[in-house]
T-cell receptor
Framework: GESVGLHLPTLSVQEGDNSIINCAYS??????FIWYKQESGKGPQFIID?????DKRQGQRVTVLLNKTVKHLSLQIAATQPGDSAVYFC????????????FGKGTLLTVNP | SQTIHQWPATLVQPVGSPLSLECTVE??????LYWYRQAAGRGLQLLFY??????ISSEVPQNLSASRPQDRQFILSSKKLLLSDSGFYLC???????????FGPGTRLLVL
């Protein structure tokens, strides 16, 4: 079936560097995408979302880019901090009135001081 | 503002015992509610979702059931736990007519 996946299971960066976490999706009908951050032992925390009618959306230190041509989603974190260390999940909306999300496997981001 | 609660935070249960996990949402009405399970180092698997009181949809056949006795209360249950039921259980809510889901703190279940 169609699913959301991630290119890199782990990413290690130096504090202050920019981080880029990638996600591939295969459902061309998906029209909503979302990134979550999950710290160890906690529930996922909403970071940023984007609809398919947009290519880019910026938040505080984070930017999400959507390339519908190649079905690719990325999360950019500027000036990465130790507190950014976590697992990051992308998810897509399958459509329909129940608003179910399909989640990728996650990328572990480790920030080295 | 809206908040979502889950309890207990952790639970250790013997195989064959019953289970009841509770989730409640505050600060909103008529939300969509979701139960997920997350195995160690894995992604989130949707177990159940509910669009209203008494309305439950199951995503995967399993040993678990869900109920929604009140608008902002979602319960995950089992009559007899299996070892494979161990995991991190997450409840989430979304506003009606929006896709964004907000997660609770989770319950870590260990079945021995």
């Amino acid at each position: 079936g169609e699913s959301v996946g991630l290119h890199l299971p782990t990413l290690s960066v130096q504090e202050g560097d920019n981080s880029i976490i990638n996600c591939a999706y295969s459902n061309s009908a998906s029209d909503y995408f979302i990134w979550y951050k999950q710290e160890s032992g906690k529930g996922p925390q909403f970071i940023i979302d984007i609809r398919s009618n947009m290519d880019k959306r910026q938040g505080q230190r984070v930017t999400v880019l959507l390339n519908k041509t190649v079905k690719h989603l990325s999360l950019q974190i500027a000036a990465t901090q130790p507190g950014d260390s976590a697992v990051y999940f992308c998810a897509e909306n399958e459509g329909g009135s129940n608003y179910k999300l399909t989640f990728g496997k996650g990328t572990l981001l480790t920030v080295n001081p | 503002s809206q908040t979502i609660h889950q309890w207990p935070a952790t639970l250790v249960q013997p195989v064959g015992s019953p289970l009841s996990l509770e989730c409640t949402v505050e600060g909103t009405s008529n939300p969509n509610l979701y139960w997920y399970r997350q195995a160690a180092g894995r992604g989130l698997q949707l177990l159940f979702y509910s669009v209203g009181i008494g309305q439950i949809s199951s995503e995967v056949p399993q040993n678990l059931s869900a109920s929604r006795p009140q608008d902002r209360q979602f319960i995950l249950s089992s009559k007899k736990l299996l070892l494979s039921d161990s995991g991190f259980y997450l409840c989430a809510w979304s506003p009606k007519d929006r896709e964004t889901q907000y997660f609770g703190p989770g319950t870590r279940l260990l079945v021995l």
